[in-house]
């Protein structure tokens, strides 16, 4: 099927040849998108900047009740958008379903932080002054989005800045372009005004240069690797425009001796492998203490062992194809190269001979820090397990990184808990919970994996300027 961008209220083509959007699980085309540009970029953040002036004005009230009718049909449409992304991206649709719910989250909940932009009354230091900080939109926003959360990446970036008064400007992936487009339909069923959200699909280069080159586009939201995410900030220079970056991630995974190991198991296969390996929160490098090492590996590759790999459409598979030949390359190169250098494989550690771009579910062992896998993001179905000996250890070589997106820590003792989580250079910890994503909890990096937050009090602050206003008495 051919799908249309949305622009100013209108779905719309664009001249240039279209882009084929591909099922990892099969090969086969599953519909095609126009291929946009900066023509297109262009109309939209135009869009985007006519209907702020409206959109800015309505009451919290309004624009509350306009993101409460979307979650509805999020809700409604749930089994629709699952469908759609499994196509597209090849997540299995027990998943889907899974994130269209999580993707409405987003949604139900900044529908009722709008009604909660406070401002502040400031004590003055003279009898003749009131001092007031005032809360506004930022103006029109460019949301650009990756592929392995087409929805909820989406939702987790607009809500707020919808919430708050903004109008957005939507790139999402070449890869995952269909959900997007879908979303769009229950937007415009929601009622939201034309030109307040717009999709446009197509060039990347093209479309994100346009927005960090348009003086219009006040604020960039990104979620995509850390080089793009340089590339954006460099960018940004231009028009001073605000940067809000999710970027890669490397996670570390501690288990310690004390630690509840069936659960450590159990949220380990959560992390690790939910979206096959494809999250940036995921488990990249699992560190176990040595009195329970072989314990954990044992536990863990059994339970590896049981995830269902197959059809993405069949509700009992736990495991899909990866995005594309390149991710899959990667994947396999990590594990053979941990190999080469004296890893040993668990379970898995091969490409499956089905159609499509699958890869066992994999354990390896006694990995150590000279391995790539160790040392970059992996994103694929491959858990690596390395032995450590002490609490300290864990968090050197835990910190041992440019990244600080996500980690975890599986311990049963509060104090040693406490203390090793105050050492990790880390925006979001997880303490026995492989899990912790929320729409209300704040969501981001530290170091290389970006700056900014997404979700809870700081994702709406995020679209908002201060303004501070001295009023003179007379
Ligand atoms: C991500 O991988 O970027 C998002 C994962 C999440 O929201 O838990």
Request: a negative charge.
């Amino acid at each position: 099927m051919d799908y249309l961008m949305h622009i100013n209220g209108e779905d719309v083509g664009a001249e240039l040849p279209k882009i084929d959007v591909i099922n990892p699980a099969n090969g086969e085309k599953v519909g095609s998108v126009p291929n946009g540009g900066k023509a297109e970029a262009k109309r939209a953040i135009e869009a985007a900047h006519t209907a702020f002036s409206s959109w800015s004005r309505l009451t919290a009230y309004e624009r509350s009740n306009y993101l409460k009718k979307l979650n509805d049909l999020i809700l409604e449409n749930q089994e629709e958008l699952a469908k759609t992304m499994t196509l597209e991206m090849g997540k299995p649709i027990s998943q889907s379903i899974g994130e269209a719910v999580y993707a409405a989250t987003f949604v139900e909940w900044y529908a009722e932080e709008a009604k909660r932009i406070y401002g502040e009354t400031i004590p003055s230091h003279m009898t003749n002054k009131r001092m007031q900080v005032w809360k506004k939109p930022v103006g029109v926003v460019g949301a650009i989005t990756p592929w392995n959360f087409p929805l909820a990446m989406i939702t987790r970036k607009i809500a707020p800045a919808l919430a708050a008064g903004c109008t957005v400007v939507v790139k999402p992936s070449r890869e995952s372009p269909l959900t997007a487009l879908k979303f769009m339909e229950l937007v415009n069923e929601a009622g939201f005004p034309k030109g307040v959200v717009n999709i446009v699909t197509g060039s990347s280069s093209q479309i994100v240069g346009e927005m960090m080159e348009n003086p219009l586009v006040r604020k960039v939201t990104f979620t995509g690797s850390t080089e793009v995410g340089k590339l954006l900030i460099e960018q940004s220079a231009k028009n001073v425009t605000k940067l809000s970056l999710e970027l890669g991630g490397h996670a570390p995974f501690i288990v310690l001796d004390d630690a509840n190991i069936d659960l450590a198991v159990e949220h380990a296969i959560i992390s690790k492998f939910r979206n096959t390996g494809q999250t940036c929160v995921c488990a990249n490098r699992i560190f176990v203490q040595e009195k329970v090492y072989d314990a954990f590996v044992e536990k863990f590759a059994e339970r590896v062992r049981k995830l269902n790999v197959g059809d993405t459409f069949d509700k009992s598979v736990d495991i899909g194809p990866l995005i594309n030949e390149s991710g899959l390359e990667k994947v396999a190169h990590h594990v053979q190269e941990a190999v080469e250098k004296g890893a040993q494989v668990v379970t898995g550690g091969n490409r499956l001979a089905s159609k499509g771009f699958y890869y066992a579910p994999t354990v390896i062992r006694d990995v150590d820090p000279s391995m790539e896998i160790m040392r970059e993001e992996t994103f694929g179905p491959v858990a690596p397990v390395q032995k450590i000996k002490t609490d300290e250890e864990a968090v050197a070589l835990a910190n041992d990184t440019p990244y600080g997106l996500a980690a975890y820590l599986f311990t049963e003792n509060v104090a040693r808990g406490i203390r090793i989580i105050e050492q990790l250079d880390y925006g979001i910890v997880g303490w026995n919970d492989g899990l912790p994503s929320a729409a209300q909890a704040p969501f981001g990096g530290m170091k290389e994996s970006g700056y900014g937050r997404e979700g809870g009090r700081e994702g709406m602050e995020a679209f908002l300027e201060t303004q501070y206003v001295s009023i003179g008495l007379s």
